[in-house]
Nanobody
Framework: VQLMESGGGSVQPGGSLRLSCQTSGTSDDIDRMGWHRQTPEKDREIVARLMRKGDKFYEDSVKDRFAISRDTAKNTIYLQLSDAKLEDTGLYLC?????????WGQGIQVTVSS
């Protein structure tokens, strides 16, 4: 199983960006999927999570601004960033869990700056 992230880059405060994470093979057996963020100042932290049955979780600082979703036909997970803030800057890593085994993508940089 491999994950490939795309869509990162630079965005101004208040702007929007959509991250994509495409999984190799079928995504039918994924139990959990999500995005973490890593910065030099902080350990890797959860940003958003989507469970197989549709339950979603968001870290407090991104609630009402970020949205996680999936397209099963495209085997792709998305993270929509809106109203970007400087503190959203970081390396975003997607992950999926199948039968308790977790697979990580390599990460994609998002930089919020004016």
């Amino acid at each position: 199983v491999q994950l490939m992230e795309s869509g990162g880059g630079s965005v101004q405060p208040g702007g929007s960006l959509r991250l994509s994470c495409q999984t190799s093979g079928t995504s039918d057996d994924i139990d959990r999927m999500g995005w973490h963020r890593q910065t030099p100042e902080k350990d890797r932290e959860i940003v958003a999570r989507l469970m197989r049955k549709g339950d979603k979780f968001y870290e407090d600082s991104v609630k009402d601004r970020f949205a996680i979703s999936r397209d099963t036909a495209k085997n792709t997970i998305y993270l929509q960033l809106s109203d970007a803030k400087l503190e959203d800057t970081g390396l975003y890593l997607c992950y999926v869990t199948r039968a308790s085994k977790i697979t990580w993508g390599q990460g994609i940089q998002v930089t919020v700056s004016s």
